[in-house]
T-cell receptor, first 116, second 111 residues
Framework: GAVVSQHPSRVICKSGTSVKIECRSL??????MFWYRQFPKQSLMLMAT?????????EQGVEKDKFLINHASLTLSTLTVTSAHPEDSSFYIC????????????FGPGTRLTVL | QKEVEQNSGPLSVPEGAIASLNCTYS??????FFWYRQYSGKSPELIMF????GDKEDGRFTAQLNKASQYVSLLIRDSQPSDSATYLC???????????FGRGTSLIVHP
């Protein structure tokens, strides 16, 4: 299957700082990338969908000014958590879908964010 | 509001037994159904997908779909301790390219 990487895998930061998470498709062109958040023992919650070259579409309740998403190329999307607070601590997972793929999406390994 | 329901478990089965995981969904327009496995601290990985009513087998895994009753299940034969994980059900309607995930069922296979 296709490979999606995420960096960093784990980050600890102080409250009020910003954190950038990168998601890369390594062997295919990702026309669409999805960003999810998962709290312990909870399901995946879709935060936003981004298509290459266009603005991200955010799910209801997700603050677009706090979670900045950039999908600048067909292999890279970034999520920046601005002014992070302890309640933003979570597991952030991206997934990617290639051109013409209707159902298949491949998940990255996830990023564990801890805000102190 | 599209909902996907799963029993959170944990479901505990002995090694070698059949594990049966169930999922119900609310949207009758759903057309694509997925099962993901998620180990603790890891991201989900796709195990199977099914589109049509009936059974679909892949190795030790069988997905069963009943659209009339709006449920989809996953059977794991000859369960192994390495199958211990959380299994996420995901459902996608024909008008959307974004699946809705259930909360997952925790499976424990004990030796």
């Amino acid at each position: 299957g296709a490979v999606v990487s995420q960096h960093p895998s784990r980050v600890i930061c102080k409250s009020g700082t910003s954190v950038k998470i990168e998601c890369r498709s390594l062997d295919f062109q990702a026309t669409t990338m999805f960003w999810y958040r998962q709290f312990p023992k909870q399901s995946l919650m879709l935060m936003a969908t981004s298509n290459e070259g266009s603005k991200a579409t955010y799910e209801q309740g997700v603050e677009k000014d706090k979670f900045l998403i950039n999908h600048a190329s067909l292999t890279l999307s970034t999520l920046t958590v601005t002014s992070a607070h302890p309640e933003d601590s979570s597991f952030y997972i991206c997934s990617a879908r290639g051109r013409g793929w209707t159902d298949t999406q491949y998940f990255g390994p996830g990023t564990r964010l801890t805000v102190l | 509001q599209k909902e996907v329901e799963q029993n959170s478990g944990p479901l505990s089965v002995p090694e070698g037994a059949i594990a049966s995981l169930n999922c119900t969904y609310s949207d009758r327009g759903s057309q694509s159904f997925f099962w993901y496995r998620q180990y603790s601290g890891k991201s989900p990985e796709l195990i199977m997908f099914i589109y049509s009513n009936g059974d679909k087998e892949d190795g030790r895994f069988t997905a069963q779909l009943n659209k009339a009753s709006q449920y989809v299940s996953l059977l794991i034969r000859d369960s192994q301790p390495s199958d211990s994980a959380t299994y996420l059900c995901a459902v996608k309607s024909g008008g959307s390219y974004i699946p809705t995930f259930g909360r997952g069922t925790s499976l424990i296979v004990h030796p």
